[in-house]
């Protein structure tokens, strides 16, 4: 995600950047007390485990997201939305997942989860919470067009996507939380100013978060890792895609509408994946697309 400061905010001190305010303790337990989400982390998970069980049925996924009474509601009014023109209007939850189908939940249910991450501005970061919404939708799609692809799962993809920068959100709230009044100055890179002043970057922040709300521990690590290039394994999978991903943001624009457009055939995940310019052409075209539709489906 491509993050730009607003304003001239000063950073205190660069003394920051060699002792961190917090210690990881401090951290720790500063993610014990994020309770501000309900249920719906927990019910993502839970909803992408019935989606991969065979012998799961949508009666099963309904009487789940029962329990969380603003996600059905979110559940049943983007499924009237114009994205998935229903022929008439749902009025329960049955009739909205039944129509839409479970892949379509799973979708959802992550739009919903992040209209509630995202919810607030983040000041540390000189961030409106509109902008940083569309950034993490931006990179879902992208994520689940590469991963679609290359043959993995895009559902997990798309996931990943949405929450990748999460940790930013949990730093800017700890930072508040702990009285201190620092600003990213949008000049020193940005995970070199988070570990100076809480002591971790972004991608380790928000794993530790996941680990929380007991995500899978291999969507976990790649959230953690998605800083580190020297942590890929396999050239193609979704670690490799997610940073590929925010390659290729940071040239497209995160609303894709920056028309002349390079990326490096020396990239690796290009030369891994054997994509082409006018393939990717292809896939900028369809995000953006399905970006706008997006934004109207939530509006």
């Known amino acids: 995600m491509t993050i730009k400061a607003r304003g001239n905010r000063p950073m205190h001190t660069l003394r920051h950047y060699y002792k961190p305010m917090l210690n990881p303790d401090d951290f720790k337990l500063a993610i014990q007390a994020v309770d501000a989400l309900g249920a719906t982390p927990a019910v993502l998970v839970k909803v992408a485990e019935l989606a991969q069980d065979p012998n799961s049925e949508l009666d099963d996924i309904c009487e789940l997201l029962r329990n969380d009474g603003p996600l059905a509601a979110d559940i049943i009014r983007i499924s009237n939305s114009p994205y998935y023109a229903p022929a008439e209007l749902h009025?329960?939850?049955?009739?909205?997942?039944?129509?839409?189908?479970?892949?379509?939940?799973?979708?959802?249910?992550n739009l919903s989860l992040a209209q509630r991450l995202f919810a607030r501005d983040l000041p540390g970061y000189g961030v409106f919470?509109?902008?940083y919404w569309r950034d993490s939708i931006a990179s879902a799609l992208v994520m689940e067009a590469l991963a679609k692809a290359a043959g993995l799962n895009s559902e997990d993809a798309y996931t990943i996507g949405i929450l990748h920068a999460l940790g930013r959100v949990l730093i800017n709230d700890v930072l508040e939380d702990q009285g201190f009044s620092i600003y990213w100055d949008g000049h020193h890179r940005i995970e070199d100013w988070e570990r100076g002043s809480v002591g971790f970057d972004y991608a380790e922040a928000g794993a530790m978060l996941l680990e929380h709300w007991r995500f899978p521990v291999p969507m976990c690590e790649i959230i953690r890792w998605q800083l580190y290039p020297d942590r890929i394994v396999e050239p193609v999978s979704l670690l490799s895609a997610l940073q590929f991903t925010e390659r290729l943001l940071a040239v497209t624009g995160t609303d894709f509408e920056t028309e002349d457009w390079q990326l490096p055939e020396t990239d690796p995940y290009v030369r891994a994946t054997g994509l082409t310019r006018p393939v990717l052409g292809q896939f900028v075209a369809t995000c953006r697309e399905e970006f706008q539709r997006i934004l109207k489906s939530v509006a």
Do not use: Y
């Not at 909205?96 to 189908?101: D, E, L, M, T």
């Open 129 to 131: 919470a509109q902008d």
């Open 91 to 109: 009025s329960n939850l049955s009739s909205a997942v039944n129509q839409i189908g479970m892949r379509e939940v799973i979708r959802v249910v």
